[in-house]
């Protein structure tokens, strides 16, 4: 806040009030940016995002639907395990929570092999050999119990805010665009 109070000395705005609110729909443009977007999705679409050589970004709307994606980026195989009950920051404009979602991306990699992961009545489980995983990428059991996956650096953005720094990001929004 800026500090501005009015005439009677209380906040322009009141301390406890979102000062982004309604920052989550798609259906109203970036608050405060003025700069060129790339529409090649919503911009204000959440978004997954690797950065690297050739830096990919996942729409949150496409994890919601493969809320278990396995894939190769820069050369690493990775599972994106994406969770659509986490609270969004910023509360609607009816100052209500909404929900965006959350993601944590691991190298699927485990003794030289890369597993394959996919979502099961039971939770996440590998194909290769039935182990169930936890979000945090770790076996809570079958033959790998106890084992944890790597994490992999990424990002949880905005796609406007991502795509002004890295205009040339591919986007992963099918399982046709997927490598792996």
Request: charged letters at 20%; aromatic letters at 10%.
């Amino acid at each position: 806040m800026s500090g501005e109070v009015n005439e009677y000395g209380s906040p322009v705005r009141a301390y406890d009030s979102p000062p982004y609110a309604g920052y989550d729909d798609v259906d109203e443009p970036p608050f405060l940016f003025r700069g060129a977007t790339d529409n090649r999705l919503i911009v204000t679409s959440r978004v997954l995002t690797i950065d690297g050589e050739n830096p990919v970004a996942y729409p949150f709307t496409f994890l919601k639907e493969s809320p278990v994606v396995n894939d190769t980026v820069s050369n690493e195989d990775i599972v994106a395990l994406f969770d659509d009950g986490t609270f969004s920051a910023f509360n609607d404009r009816s100052d209500s929570h909404q929900t965006s979602g959350s993601v944590a991306v691991l190298s699927r990699t485990v003794d030289g092999k890369s597993l394959i992961f996919e979502a099961t009545d039971s939770g996440i489980t590998d194909v290769e050999n039935g182990s169930h995983w936890n979000l945090a990428g770790i076996a809570v059991s079958g033959e790998l119990i106890g084992t944890q996956l790597s994490p992999v650096v990424h990002a949880n953005h905005f796609w406007f805010a991502w795509a002004v720094f890295k205009p040339a990001t591919e986007i992963r929004a099918s399982l046709a665009d997927l490598a792996g």
